[in-house]
């Protein structure tokens, strides 16, 4: 068995890996600040459907066989010694934030398939079957809150309650669902969900601290805590140039105090709290009348529970007490604990890096993944590689060819112990 | 001519007037926030047109003569005694806000036109002739800055400054100006400008005081000078989950500190000072990435000249000492200084008031209107009436038939004092 891992694992190729990231980055693919390649590639899109059949189409070449399931997951399956036996799952998601790179999520993928294609290619036939999977919707760019597609399979909450989910244009989730999967009725149909042996995605860290300390490989340990809320300020429009402002119910003020009293309950003077307003609407908006709503999205997480708790459960209370004319509604629109890997699959990852001679570094994910939602199914982990200067979600993301084949490789070998274990 | 000034005053009809403000509001009408009738109307567009044209219809009936000049200005002449003197000229506009009213703008014009159709019913004959105008574009809610045409009218600027101006679809003003101008081709055409008399707009207050101290008439001493800047924040866009707070450029942050600091400078205890955001902008906008880009309005007035300047001149420094990670611009979109009447056309006013046993109050504009383009040009002058609840710029806007009428009954007896002075 040393034998074919080590085979398994020269099979890996750089070159190949590369090609595919840059050939799958050109669908939504953009020139961004800087002259950087960014990609926009929305889920449940012609240009996800677009980028799935490529994927097929290499999947298919390795001998995987291809399927999909209810929530438009997409699975690629190499067979093991004992197809009855519960598979080794790995995988990510294809779609990307509007202003995206060509690594965050697609590297899970494509690195995944470059794992199986290599253990096939070297003649080695794992105990289990593994399978790839791409999960619908992990970003939320398109669909908040994200990781629509983990959280069905993994039963976190039925696949309903995302049908009435709406994007910009107004379009909901379940017709958007139900178009995809009507492109991609040629392929075979699986049921929603089942219990892996184990679960484990590689990523580019999305953080500064595997560049920083120089390391190759990152051993994730866990993934912090989120809770997400949309804040709503109701006041009134007034003419600006004539209603004094002691008679004003202006919400865009009163939401500068909301933002101003969440900024003082979410100080952390250890930096490890994160704490973002990303997002503000204002209306009617124009520059001369007071505006009668504000509205304001709260990204908070914490790897602590207790901090995740207490901080996001005052949020509401401090928003109230902001108000000196205006009314507010907190609402939580998602909310995903902290998440602990346990030793099983990150011990193995970290020995397969070992075995190749790569330095590691075990950390918690600062961004969320659909591997929170598989932990409570199986034993999960992640692998991290590192990005130039910890930057994602914009076109200047970046993770070199080396980079991108050493996870593939420790992806290659860890599978291989899990699908023999 | 005693005897003919109470003729003209006793033609103004209260009935008529309500009617004709009832069926404009039907251009452009919807219902809005608590079933108040509001009505959205912007200038140079097929609803304007429509409204002009029924406004022509009455005007024509009444005997005025119609004409239209280069920058569509609307102008309805009731002829006097010598058409050589120069008229005196009166008026409004007919453009509203997006989330606009029944009474704003178009009662100037309505109540104009009731004055010089009462006049001409009683048989009087003023020495000049009176001209009603309706003035481009006012409001800005479609091309801003507003008073594009009031501001040809006057010299202010050349008229092909505003050439360039685009509205939400990217249509030009001056494409949107020739529309209007071949759809009316059919109307005498006169040229751009000319020295009025005087100068006398009939407006609602859009402030609380007539209403607040019982006054039926407001006799307007001037008009407060604005100045309106946008600011653009450049930061970076980060993962929301992933980037420690010390490491990042949040626009929204650095944007909150800049109007807190605004604030600070703009605070006035005696709230004569006008100070709003009253729009913002997020880029990219999504709840889980630090926005790169944060833009807003400022809406800055003032009465006093100095204090106009120096708290004006004071933003950018200010702004730019709100930055601690990104950089701002401050643009100054538009800038007039205050202005004042002088006595001649608000002594007519008051002297009418009296003369008719009305209640009256002398009080500055806290609006912006075309009046304070004429300033430079002629006596000029403005007659308020009281609003419900100093409400405008919003569908409950709201002044009764009566109060609708006795500004009208005092505009007439005004008007007809200033064309035979």
Redesign the interface.
């Known amino acids: 068995m040393a034998g074919g891992v080590a085979a398994a694992v020269a099979a890996v190729s750089e070159a190949r890996l590369w090609q595919r990231l840059m050939e799958m980055a050109e669908i939504g693919g953009f020139i961004g600040d800087g002259g950087h390649h960014g990609v926009n590639r929305p889920c449940l899109t012609p240009l996800d459907r677009e980028a799935r059949r490529l994927l097929i189409s290499w999947a298919r070449r390795a001998g995987a066989a291809v399927s999909v399931d209810p929530a438009a997951n997409l699975f690629l399956r190499l067979e093991g010694e004992d197809p009855s036996l519960a598979p080794v799952l790995t995988g990510s998601h294809m779609d990307t934030?509007?202003?995206g790179g060509r690594f965050d999520g697609i590297y899970g993928v494509l690195a995944g398939l470059e794992a199986i294609e290599a253990i096939a290619a070297a003649g080695v036939r794992p105990r289990r079957a593994i399978e790839v999977v791409a999960w619908t919707n992990e970003e939320?760019?398109r669909f908040?809150p994200?990781c629509t597609g983990s959280m069905s399979f993994t039963g976190f909450k039925p696949m309903s309650a995302f049908d009435d989910l709406v994007d910009r244009d107004g379009i909901r989730y379940a017709d958007a669902l139900a178009e995809q999967l009507a492109a991609e009725a040629d392929l075979p149909r699986r049921p929603l969900g089942y219990t892996p042996h184990a679960y484990l995605e590689a990523h580019i860290?999305?953080?500064?601290r595997l560049e920083a300390e120089g390391k190759e490989i990152g051993v994730v340990t866990g993934i912090?805590g989120?809770r997400?809320f949309?804040v709503s300020v109701e006041g009134r429009?007034?003419?600006?140039?004539?209603?004094?402002?002691?008679?004003r119910r202006?919400s865009?003020?009163d939401m500068?105090r909301a933002?101003?009293a969440l900024?003082t309950l979410m100080h952390?003077p250890a930096?490890v709290?994160?704490?973002?307003?990303?997002?503000?609407?204002?209306e009617?908006?124009?520059?001369?009348?007071?505006?009668r709503k504000?509205e304001f999205?709260?990204?908070f997480?914490h790897p602590d529970k207790e901090v995740l708790l207490a901080r996001g459960d005052a949020i509401a209370g401090v928003v109230q007490a902001s108000m000196t004319s205006c009314t507010a509604t907190v609402e939580e629109r998602f909310r995903a604990l902290p998440v602990e890997f346990g030793e099983r699959v990150p011990g193995v990852v970290a020995a397969a890096a070992e075995a190749q001679g790569l330095t590691s570094l075990r950390l918690p994910?600062?961004?969320?993944h659909d591997a929170q939602f598989l932990v409570p199914l199986c034993p999960t982990g992640m692998l991290f590689i590192p990005c130039r200067g910890?930057?994602?979600?914009?076109p200047s993301e970046y993770a070199g060819p080396d980079a991108c084949a050493k996870g593939a490789r420790v992806l290659a070998e860890a599978l291989l112990a899990l699908a023999n274990g």
Chains 1, 2 share one sequence.
Not at 205 to 208: F, I, L, R
Not at 390 to 394: A, D, E, L, T
């Open positions: 934030q509007p202003q939320g760019g908040a994200g860290e999305q953080g500064p912090q989120s997400w949309t429009t007034d003419h600006a140039g004539t209603t004094p402002l002691r008679l202006d865009v003020q500068l933002i101003g900024n952390d930096d709290l994160r704490f973002t307003v990303g997002s503000i609407r204002v009617p908006g124009t520059s001369n009348s007071v505006a504000a999205t709260i990204d997480r994910s600062g961004a969320f910890g930057v994602s979600h914009h």
